[in-house]
C-alpha cells in the first residue's frame, strides 16, 4: 500500500445505519450488543467443552471447534465497530483500520467456507464408510484438512485487500456500509478497476461455489447411504449426526448468496446491510444453539463440565 495512492484519505466513515432514526439505532445497539455477548459465550462454552471433555475428541467436535473460532474472529472483527457507530456515532475508521476490517473479514469469509466443506466430507466418511472412519480421519489427517481449510484465507485477504487499497480514492470518503467490504469501498475508487472487478467476481463464485459443490457432492452420497440402511431408526439415527451441519451450511450459504449474487438492481444498499447482519452477526449466533441444542453428546458434555466446575469451586470454598 504506497503512501503516494492514499490521495489525501487518511480515514473513512462508515455510514452503518444513520439513516435510521436515533431512537431504533439506540434499540438495535441493545439487540445487536446482547447478540454480540451469547455469540462470544455460546462459541467460546463450545471451545472449551470439546478441549475438556473426554467424550468430545473425535474429529467432529475438532472441526467444531475450529469453527467456533472462526466465528469469534469473524464476530469480533465486525460488531464491535458496528456497536460504536449505533450507540456513540464513531463512524470514522482509519484508512489502515479499515484495511485491517477488510483483510480479517475477507480471511475469515473464506476459511469458514472451506471448513464447512471439511466437515461435510467428515459426515461423509462417518456415514458411508464407518468401518473405515477411525483410519481416514486420524489425528494427523484432521490436522491437514483443518489447516488446509484456514490457508486459503491468507493470499485471497492479503491480494484483495492490498490491490484494492492500492487504488486513488476520491474525495467521497464515505463507506455506504456498518463495514469495510470490498464492494461499498470500490465504490469510492478514482481509478479504472475493471480487472480488479473481474478478480473479485471470479474470486467470489471460486471461493463460494467450489465449496458449495464439495458440500453437494458430500450430501448426495450420504443421502445414498442413508436410503440404503433397512432400518427406520439407522436412517434417523444417520441423518442426525449430519442435520446440525446441514442447516449450519444452508443459513451461509444463503444470506453469503443473497448478499453477493442478487442483481444490482435489485440490491440496494439498505438491502446489502441486512442481508449482510444474517452472516455476520445471526449465523455466529445460531452455530453455538445449532450444534448444541440439537446435539445430546454436547448437552450431556456441557452438563458434566458445569457439574464439575461447581463441585471444584464448592470444595475450594
Known amino acids: 500500500m504506497a503512501a503516494g495512492n492514499w490521495s489525501g484519505v487518511t480515514e473513512f466513515v ?3 445505519f444513520s439513516f435510521l432514526p436515533t431512537e431504533i439505532q439506540a434499540l438495535l445497539f441493545l439487540a445487536f450488543l446482547g447478540i454480540y455477548l451469547i455469540t462470544l459465550l455460546g462459541n467460546s462454552l463450545i471451545i472449551l467443552v470439546t478441549l475438556a ?5 473425535s474429529p467432529m467436535y475438532f472441526f467444531l471447534r475450529n469453527l467456533s473460532f472462526l466465528e469469534l474472529g469473524f ?3 465486525i460488531v464491535p465497530k458496528m456497536l460504536g457507530t449505533l450507540i456513540a456515532q464513531d463512524t470514522s ?3 489502515l ?3 485491517i476490517q477488510m483483510y480479517f473479514f475477507v480471511f475469515f469469509g473464506v476459511a469458514e467456507c472451506f471448513l464447512l466443506a471439511t466437515m461435510a466430507y467428515d459426515r461423509y466418511a462417518a456415514i458411508c464408510s464407518p468401518l473405515h472412519y477411525p483410519v481416514i480421519m486420524n489425528q494427523g489427517t484432521c490436522a491437514k484438512l483443518a489447516a488446509a481449510s484456514w490457508f486459503p484465507g491468507f493470499p485471497v485477504a492479503t491480494v484483495q485487500t492490498t490491490w484494492l487499497f492500492s487504488f486513488p480514492f476520491c474525495a467521497n470518503n464515505k463507506v455506504n456500509h456498518f463495514f469495510c467490504d470490498s464492494p461499498p469501498v470500490l465504490m469510492l475508487v478514482c481509478a479504472n478497476t475493471a480487472q480488479f472487478e473481474v478478480y473479485a467476481i471470479v474470486g467470489t463464485i471460486l471461493i463460494i461455489m467450489t ?3 464439495l458440500i453437494l457432492c458430500s450430501y448426495t452420497r450420504i443421502a445414498a447411504s442413508i436410503l440404503k440402511i433397512p432400518s427406520a431408526k439407522g436412517k434417523h439415527k444417520a441423518f442426525s449426526t449430519c442435520s446440525s451441519h446441514l442447516l449450519a451450511v444452508s443459513l451461509f450459504y444463503v444470506s453469503l448468496s443473497l ?10 444498499p439498505e438491502n446489502k446491510k441486512l442481508l449482510s447482519l444474517a452472516y455476520t452477526v445471526v449465523t455466529p449466533l445460531l452455530n453455538p444453539i445449532i450444534y448444541s441444542l440439537r ?3 454436547m448437552k450431556n458434555a456441557l452438563s458434566r463440565t458445569l457439574h464439575k466446575a461447581l463441585t471444584l469451586r464448592n470444595f475450594t470454598l
Do not use: H, W
Open 14 to 16: 462508515l455510514v452503518s
Open 53 to 57: 471433555d473426554p467424550m468430545l475428541q
Open 75 to 77: 464476530n469480533m472483527v
Open 93 to 95: 475508521i482509519s484508512f
Open 97 to 99: 483500520g479499515c484495511a
Open 211 to 213: 465449496p458449495c459443490l
Open 259 to 268: 448478499t453477493y449474487f442478487r442483481p444490482k438492481s435489485n440490491n440496494s
Open 295 to 297: 446435539n445430546n453428546e
